[in-house]
């Protein structure tokens, strides 16, 4: 699976932007997908993930009640829409493809259970 994000720029606080990860390849249904971000001089965090059909969502506090992701399976695109952007948001965004992770998402915070990466895309956030 190759995965492909984009969308990221800038945005005044209070923004809203959305991001989209196509994967390429085959089973996409198959994959949770997760969202994890990047700060300059901070470890890579996760923000989100999505169970296989979309019916499971699971969110890091941070970004609770303003980020919201979704799936197409017909498109083999995530997304992550953002809104009410904060400067703290500001990072480098990261899409990634998990075949081990359960509907549940009980472990999707975890970078070390994804096994294919995007290139990600940056967004910034002014204040």
């Known amino acids: 699976v190759q995965l492909q994000a984009s969308g990221g720029g800038l945005v005044q606080a209070g923004g809203s932007l959305r991001l989209s990860c196509a994967a390429s390849g085959r089973s996409f249904n198959t994959y949770v997908m997760g969202w994890f971000r990047q700060a300059p001089g901070k470890e890579r965090e996760f923000v989100a993930a999505i169970s296989w059909s979309g019916g499971y969502a699971y969110y890091a506090d941070a970004v609770k009640g303003r980020f919201t992701i979704s799936r197409d399976n017909a498109k083999n695109t995530v997304y992550l829409q953002m809104n009410s952007l904060k400067p703290e948001d500001t990072a480098v965004y990261y899409c990634?493809?998990?075949?081990?992770?359960?509907?549940?998402?009980?472990?999707?915070?975890?970078?070390?259970?994804?096994?294919?990466w995007g290139q990600g895309t940056l967004v910034t956030v002014s204040s």
């Open positions: 990634g493809a998990s075949k081990t992770i359960g509907r549940d998402l009980g472990s999707s915070w975890s970078e070390g259970e994804y096994d294919y």
